[in-house]
C-alpha cells in the first residue's frame, strides 16, 4: 500500500479507502462485510469511510465491530453528518444541535473515542455556516473530532468555509469527498484548482462509477445477474451512468488495461490517482476479491502516453 497526506495535515491515509456506501448493514451479508474489512486491513488500507445515514447507523455498527480487533491508532476512520436520522424537524441538517447528537450518535455506534474524519455530508442552506463550523470546532476542541471534512460541496461553499474558519479562527476543513471517476470530472474545472491551492484533498467517491469501469457492463448485453444494476437498492444509483456512449468507452479502455496488464476496476483507480490532489480513492467491495484487485490499483503506473490514450477516448 501506498499513502497520501490528507491535504496539507499531517496524518496519511491509504491511496486506496474503503466505503461502505449501499453496502455494508444492508446489501451485503454482516460477516461478509467484516471479511472485506478484514482484507482491507492486511493489505495496507488504514482508512475507512462511513456516514451516519447509510441504513440509519446500521453501517457504522458494522465498520465500529470489525475494527474493534484493531487497535485503535493503526487506522483512519471517518464518518459523516447531515442527511435525514428521524422524522423530526431537528433531525437533518448541520445546526449545532443536529451535528453534537450525531457525533455522539456515531461515537456510540462506532464503538471509538473519537473520530478521525468528520465530514458535512452536504451543504445545509438552511443553518448559517458559522455555526457549523464553531460546532465542528468545539467538538475538535473536546477532542471528539481530529479533522473536518466535507463532501460534495461546490468550490464557492468551500471558498466561503475557508473564509469563515480564517476569520473567526476555527479548523480548517482539510479535505472534500465529491464523486471523481473517467466518467464524472466536474471537479477538475473549479474545485481541484482551489482545493490545491488551498492545501485540501479529495477524498472520491465512486471512483469505479458504481462498477461500470469494471467492465461487467457490455454494450448491448443484458445486465448481469446480481450486479449493482439489477438489485433494488442499487440500481437507481447506477442508472444515469449506464449509457450506450459510456459503455463504449469502457469497451476501448479494455486494450489499454491488457497492455498495462491489469484489471479494468486497477487502470480505472490508477487514473484517478494520478490526480496528486487526490489523498485517497474510496472503494466498495462486496467480496474480499474485490478488494484485493482494487489496492493492486497502487502499483500501476500510467505513462504520459497512456494518459494521452485514455484522455482520447473519455473525450
Excluded at 77 to 92: E, H, I, S, V, Y
Excluded at 95 to 117: F, G, M, W
Aim: charged share 25%; with cysteine; net charge negative.
Amino acid at each position: 500500500m501506498k499513502y497520501r497526506r490528507l491535504g496539507q495535515s499531517g496524518v496519511k491515509v491509504s491511496e486506496i479507502s474503503l466505503g461502505s456506501w449501499l453496502t455494508y448493514g444492508g446489501s451485503v451479508e454482516e460477516q461478509t462485510a467484516i471479511s472485506c474489512i478484514d482484507r482491507a486491513y492486511e493489505l495496507g488500507v488504514n482508512f475507512f469511510d462511513t456516514a451516519n445515514v447509510y441504513r440509519r447507523g446500521e453501517a457504522e455498527k458494522v465498520v465500529g465491530k470489525a475494527l474493534a480487533r484493531y487497535p485503535r491508532e493503526s487506522f483512519v476512520l471517518a464518518t459523516k453528518g447531515f442527511g435525514q436520522m428521524g422524522d423530526g424537524p431537528n433531525d437533518r441538517g448541520l445546526s449545532r444541535k443536529h451535528i453534537y447528537e450525531q457525533v455522539h450518535a456515531s461515537l456510540k455506534r462506532l464503538n471509538v473515542d473519537y473520530i478521525d474524519l468528520w465530514q458535512c455530508h452536504r451543504y445545509d442552506t438552511e443553518t448559517p455556516l458559522d455555526e457549523t463550523l464553531r460546532a465542528i470546532d468545539d467538538l475538535i476542541r473536546q477532542g471528539k473530532i481530529l479533522y473536518a471534512g466535507v463532501s460534495e460541496w461546490s468550490a464557492v461553499q468551500i471558498q466561503d468555509a475557508l473564509h469563515v474558519a480564517d476569520k473567526f479562527l476555527l479548523d480548517r476543513i482539510v479535505s472534500n469527498q465529491p464523486q471523481y471517476s473517467m466518467l464524472q470530472r466536474y471537479i477538475e474545472k473549479d474545485i481541484i484548482p482551489l482545493c490545491e491551492r488551498e492545501g485540501i484533498g479529495q477524498v472520491v467517491w465512486s471512483p469505479l462509477a458504481q462498477g461500470v469501469l469494471t467492465g461487467k457492463y457490455r454494450p448491448g448485453a443484458s445486465l448481469p445477474e446480481g450486479s449493482r444494476a439489477v438489485h433494488p437498492s442499487t440500481s437507481q444509483a447506477i442508472s444515469s451512468l449506464l449509457t450506450e456512449d459510456n459503455l463504449e468507452k469502457v469497451e476501448k479502455l479494455r486494450s489499454i488495461a491488457a497492455e498495462k496488464d491489469c484489471s479494468m476496476a486497477q487502470l480505472a483507480l490508477a487514473w484517478v490517482l494520478r490526480q496528486s490532489n487526490v489523498s485517497s480513492a474510496i472503494i466498495g467491495a462486496s467480496r474480499p476479491e474485490q478488494v484485493e484487485d482494487n489496492v493492486g490499483a497502487v502499483d500501476v503506473q500510467l505513462t504520459d502516453e497512456d494518459l494521452r490514450a485514455i484522455e482520447e477516448i473519455l473525450a
